[in-house]
Nanobody
Framework: QVQLVESGGGLVQAGGSLRLSCAASRTSFTNTAMGWYRQAPGKQRELVATVTGRGITNYADSVKDRFTISRENAKNTVYLQMNSLGSEDTAVYYC?????????????WGQGTQVTVSS
């Protein structure tokens, strides 16, 4: 079992920045990915960004020029630096940790942290 705890959400003005953190109770370096997903009211949960233990990143097209994901394996922590925030970014952001080879077995979620962008 892996426990994930997100932090760093809050209220921010349009054009501003936030940095989200997700601390995991434990992680494996190989064949795993950590990432961020978000869900706005009335919408499906969507991928924001992921990063493997070796640093390979993937971003949704809507955020790739504004957000940066990073992972500190020694601290079992993943970060999401969010810049140039707009109202479309308002959502609950969830941290995810999963096995790349067996995602149906090893797939964990945090409780989520609210990000609200005001205009």
């Amino acid at each position: 079992q892996v426990q994930l705890v997100e932090s760093g959400g809050g209220l921010v003005q349009a054009g501003g920045s936030l940095r989200l953190s997700c601390a995991a109770s434990r992680t494996s370096f190989t064949n795993t990915a950590m990432g961020w997903y978000r869900q706005a009211p009335g919408k499906q949960r969507e991928l924001v960004a992921t990063v493997t233990g070796r640093g390979i990143t993937n971003y949704a097209d809507s955020v790739k020029d504004r957000f940066t994901i990073s992972r500190e394996n020694a601290k079992n922590t993943v970060y999401l630096q969010m810049n140039s925030l707009g109202s479309e970014d308002t959502a609950v952001y969830y941290c995810n940790y999963r096995s790349i080879r067996s995602p149906n077995v090893e797939n964990y979620w945090g409780q989520g942290t609210q990000v609200t962008v005001s205009s």
